[in-house]
């Protein structure tokens, strides 16, 4: 059946929640609900291009209640990418696909060390001052800035765009 | 603790946090040793200060250390903040004074600024404050100057009164104690209490604390810190009013306080020690700033790889 289609009328209540059946690429799962899209906008997916992107918004789950997945076309993403993920979800699970095959599956994970991803959020510190590229320690929960050395939690801080 | 000097060898000093409890322990023995025996240790060796907002004290304090060593200092006093008024990065300005010196104690008004600059250069960069982040040989002449009085920094019952929130210096100091088991007392008007992310590293230290906003539960203590409640931090002036003599100590409060309680700021104060506490036994805050001398020339001597 080509994936594409609608599915026939009797299928249509067992398929509500299904989206798009990814061949090759990357689908990241276990967003919290209606994150997806934040995770779209910092990955920038959105810019036009041949491959498919399929977001599924407030999906039923048994692990979450509700989730969020995106599914990428032919995607390969960095670990900057992965790290963003993290940030935005820190219990999302990336299965890179090939062909329908699961090639690899993971849980994305905050790094201990994370640079140029974050905005300090002190209008005082030295990287919202001068050239200086952020760079903030995670552990525990906790982000601090390496140079102003103000802790935050993971709500209180910006990805830069 | 001896302390042979070549585990500093080349490290910046940038924040009272990069410190082990053994990094504390070898720095105020150095001091110590120094202050018994000076020497001449750093003939030879170029000091550049670059100060992007003014500080006498500290500025005069390092330039006497250095001086003191044998060593020779070049001060960017001024041209520090024209440099600021030229846009120039920091990390550029260490960067040019790297070329001239063999260390350099950076001053400046932004967070961070003092990393940042050490980052970019091969020599030791020393923080001489950066914003309101750290000022770590503050902190260290501040453990140094309480060693002193009390004979050892162990197990020592410590006030901290007036601005606990703003106050860079005892964010620092609280931090730095935390190795010694201590028990604290912050006494503050509620608007300046300690911050909360400080109290949840003295608790994840396992350091017990009060807080508190009365004078009187500073006085049964070993130190008491005193430290200046600014009018500008009250966007509320009456609520300023109401409490800006609640908080001055005077030689009256001192009178059944223990004979080994000493008083410590870390100056200039205004009016927050009355002048009548100097002629008590309880005063060590010119002491403690007499410290700067011995800690900052221990600072130059470990990280340019030279012990006593």
């Known amino acids: ?161 | 603790m001896g302390c042979d000097g070549k585990a500093f060898a080349g490290r910046s000093v940038i924040s009272i946090r990069d410190f082990s409890k053994d990094d504390i322990l070898a720095v105020l023995d150095v001091a110590e040793r120094l202050e018994k025996n000076p020497q001449t240790l750093l003939a030879g060796k170029l000091l550049a200060t670059l100060f992007f907002e003014p500080s006498t004290r500290t500025r005069l304090s390092f330039e006497s250390a250095m001086t003191r060593l044998g060593g020779r200092v070049i001060s960017v006093a001024e041209g520090g903040a024209s440099s600021l008024a030229k846009g120039e990065t920091v990390r550029d300005a260490a960067r040019m004074a790297e070329k001239y010196a063999d260390v350099l104690v950076i001053r400046h008004p932004v967070d961070g600024a003092a990393r940042a600059a050490a980052e970019a250069v091969a020599v030791p960069v020393i923080n001489g404050g950066d914003g309101a982040n750290q000022h770590p040989t503050q902190t260290l002449l501040d453990l140094y100057a309480i060693q002193k009085c009390q004979g050892r920094l162990d197990r020592l019952t410590v006030a901290m009164v007036g601005d606990l929130k703003y106050g860079r210096t005892v964010h620092s100091l609280a931090l730095a104690l935390r190795f010694f088991s201590p028990k604290f007392i912050f006494v503050s008007p509620p608007s300046l209490r300690m911050p909360a992310d400080i109290l949840e590293e003295l608790e994840d230290a396992h350091v017990g604390y009060e807080e508190a906003d009365l004078l009187q539960k500073a006085l049964a203590t070993d130190i008491i810190y005193m430290t200046r409640i600014q009018k500008e931090r009250f966007p509320d002036k009456d609520e300023y009013e109401k409490v800006k003599d609640a908080f001055v100590l005077d030689a009256a409060a001192l009178a059944d306080a223990k004979p080994t309680l000493r008083v410590l700021h870390p100056l200039p104060r205004v009016n927050e020690i009355a002048a009548d506490v100097d002629r008590t036994p309880h005063a060590f805050y010119f002491e403690q700033a007499g410290c700067g001398i011995p800690v900052r020339q221990a600072l130059l001597c470990l990280v340019l790889g030279v012990a006593p």
Do not use: W
């Not at chain 1, 989206?19 to 090759?24: C, D, G, K, N, Q």
């Open chain 1, 1 to 161: 059946m080509n994936p594409t289609q609608l599915p026939a009328q009797k299928d249509l209540s067992e398929r509500a929640y299904r989206v798009y059946s990814l061949a090759t690429g990357v689908v990241i799962d276990h967003i919290p609900a209606r994150k997806a899209l934040q995770v779209v906008e910092v990955l920038g997916l959105a810019t036009p291009g041949e491959s498919i992107l399929a977001v599924g918004i407030n999906l039923d789950s048994k692990k979450m209640g509700r989730k969020d997945v995106i599914k990428i076309e032919h995607a390969n993403l960095t670990d900057a990418g992965y790290h963003k993920i993290a940030l935005i979800a820190p219990e999302a699970t990336i299965n890179i696909l090939q062909d329908h095959k699961i090639l690899k599956k993971f849980r994305v994970e905050i790094p201990a060390d994370l640079r140029g991803l974050l905005v300090c959020p002190a209008g005082n510190c030295i990287t919202n001052r001068e050239p200086v590229e952020s760079r903030f320690h995670y552990a525990h929960g906790r982000l601090t800035c390496h140079f102003c050395e103000r802790r935050y939690t993971l709500e209180e801080v910006n990805l830069r765009v």
